[in-house]
């Protein structure tokens, strides 16, 4: 390994703990972190093709090849069918336990993410991402965040079963940043 690799390495292990240390709503961590060893990253990174190419979605492709390239991938993800107790409201239910009864109903999971999710959950996904993107930015490690690897490696299984939503941050120490100047997805 190189001093950059290693380096990079290290990173994704301070993005973990600004993720963890983000703040959550009533101080309760339902956010699941991993960082991929080079075999998970690249059955991602296959996984990405083989989703694109059957559903038709460019992005993926683009994407795949991104992750595949990567020194490092991190990981971010929630258990949103956690309910804060709040009855909030921004799920779209009008209590918690009308959110709890509509998500113990669904039986199949049909789409990248595991619906319903608890709003406020999401919310404290969003932050736990942006820390961590924040982090590897303030070391100078070029990331990007993605929807696609996130939903793929939850797919998989990388972040367990109770894992409803995740996004993933590759992370790349080149001369040039391989996230930009990106081919567009057709």
Same mark, same amino acid.
């Given at each position: 390994m190189t001093a950059e690799k290693d380096a990079?390495? =290290?990173v994704a292990g301070l993005m973990a703990l600004a993720a963890r240390t983000a703040p959550k709503a009533k101080g309760q961590d339902e956010i699941i972190i991993t960082v991929l060893s080079a075999a998970q990253k690249k059955k991602v990174a296959k996984a990405? %093709? %083989? #989703? *694109? =190419?059957k559903n038709g979605v460019g992005f993926f492709l683009r994407d795949a090849g991104n992750v595949a390239a990567s020194d490092a991938c991190i990981v971010i993800g929630a258990r949103g069918r956690v309910f804060v107790g709040i009855n909030c409201g921004a799920c779209g239910y009008p209590s918690c336990a009308a959110f709890a009864k509509a $998500? *113990? &109903?669904v039986k199949k999971q049909t789409t990248p993410f595991a619906g319903p999710n608890c709003a406020v959950r999401m919310a404290d996904l969003g932050i736990a991402v942006g820390s961590a993107a924040k982090t590897a930015q303030i070391h100078n490690v070029d990331n990007r965040v993605m929807y696609s690897a996130g939903s793929i490696a939850m797919a998989l299984g990388f972040l367990g079963k109770d894992c =409803? $939503? &995740? @996004? $993933?941050?590759?992370?790349? &120490?080149? *001369?040039k940043s391989? @996230? #930009?100047d990106r081919p567009s997805p057709k």
């Amino acid at each position: 390994m190189t001093a950059e690799k290693d380096a990079v390495a =290290t990173v994704a292990g301070l993005m973990a703990l600004a993720a963890r240390t983000a703040p959550k709503a009533k101080g309760q961590d339902e956010i699941i972190i991993t960082v991929l060893s080079a075999a998970q990253k690249k059955k991602v990174a296959k996984a990405m %093709e %083989e #989703f *694109g =190419t059957k559903n038709g979605v460019g992005f993926f492709l683009r994407d795949a090849g991104n992750v595949a390239a990567s020194d490092a991938c991190i990981v971010i993800g929630a258990r949103g069918r956690v309910f804060v107790g709040i009855n909030c409201g921004a799920c779209g239910y009008p209590s918690c336990a009308a959110f709890a009864k509509a $998500a *113990g &109903a669904v039986k199949k999971q049909t789409t990248p993410f595991a619906g319903p999710n608890c709003a406020v959950r999401m919310a404290d996904l969003g932050i736990a991402v942006g820390s961590a993107a924040k982090t590897a930015q303030i070391h100078n490690v070029d990331n990007r965040v993605m929807y696609s690897a996130g939903s793929i490696a939850m797919a998989l299984g990388f972040l367990g079963k109770d894992c =409803t $939503a &995740a @996004y $993933a941050i590759p992370l790349s &120490a080149s *001369g040039k940043s391989i @996230y #930009f100047d990106r081919p567009s997805p057709k």
